[in-house]
């Protein structure tokens, strides 16, 4: 009884992150399911959007690890109990990243917050629920995607990271792209998309189209806690999202 109340939770929170977004079941609409009956989108405005932009980007770590995979517990093993900049001893627990470590997709976050702190895996709070939501709505389990941030130590009272952190920190995320090898990597909020890229553009201009970056498609796109204090903003994150499930099904496996 109680997987029976469980999966019609599962359902009705589905079905209300659709609406949220502006779809619609309809019996004769056609929509991300395909023709016939399924999910059809509420007419939208079009907003022309740039596409397939390239940020010009100058030599980083990321050069400097490409040549060398590793597994992703070598990297793991290798941060250790770090102590490589100030948030050490502020932290519970390194939060390093967790999800399938061959994922076509990966979504890439600015920090943990308090309860990704507590449990040492990322966005697991309110955010993460809602991320579980959204990928979900693109029919993906959050086990297919693997999912980490800029920066592994909760920055105190979630501030915003500090150059000298991600400084230390991003040459582990470089490596954890290295080993992934994702097709598509979905950069959320501000500091995850203007981190990778290198560039001080606001998500808001930076979302929307596919930017090539060292020879995959990153997407950025809204912060899920963002979302959660503009519901508003939803729609455009599921039309990034859209974009995501459209080239990953179109790519060759
Ligand atoms: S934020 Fe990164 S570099 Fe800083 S202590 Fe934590 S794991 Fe080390």
């Known amino acids: 009884m109680d997987g029976k109340k469980g999966l019609a939770r599962d359902i009705a929170e589905r079905l209300e992150f659709y609406r949220d977004v502006g779809v619609e079941w309809s019996a004769r609409g056609s929509g991300p399911r395909g023709a016939g009956e399924g999910w059809k989108e509420r007419p939208q405005p079009a907003a022309p959007r740039p596409v397939g932009r390239v940020f010009p980007q100058t030599e980083s770590m990321f050069d400097r690890v490409a040549a060398t995979a590793e597994t992703l517990e070598a990297i793991r093993s290798d941060l250790g109990d770090c102590t490589r900049c100030k948030l050490a001893p502020l932290r519970k627990n390194i939060v390093f990243g967790s999800g399938n470590p061959h994922a076509a997709l990966m979504f890439v976050g600015e920090a943990p917050g308090a309860d990704e702190d507590e449990q040492g895996l990322p966005f697991v709070g309110r955010a993460g629920q809602l991320l579980t939501k959204i990928i979900e709505a693109i029919e993906m389990k959050r086990e297919d995607v693997y999912i980490c941030n800029i920066l592994k130590c909760r920055p105190p009272g979630n501030r915003n990271p500090e150059l000298d952190e991600i400084a230390s920190c991003q040459p582990f995320l470089f490596r954890q792209i290295q080993s992934v090898r994702p097709k598509v990597i979905c950069a959320?909020?501000?500091?995850?998309?203007?981190?990778?890229?290198?560039?001080?553009?606001?998500?808001?201009?930076?979302?929307?189209?596919?930017?090539?970056?060292?020879?995959?498609?990153?997407?950025?796109?809204?912060?899920?806690?963002?979302?959660?204090?503009n519901p508003n903003e939803k729609r455009k994150v599921w039309e990034d999202m859209q974009k995501i499930r459209d080239y990953l099904r179109s790519s060759p496996p």
């Open 188 to 229: 959320l909020g501000t500091f995850g998309a203007q981190t990778l890229l290198q560039t001080r553009e606001p998500i808001s201009k930076l979302r929307g189209s596919f930017i090539e970056f060292r020879g995959v498609k990153l997407m950025a796109t809204f912060h899920p806690a963002y979302l959660l204090r």
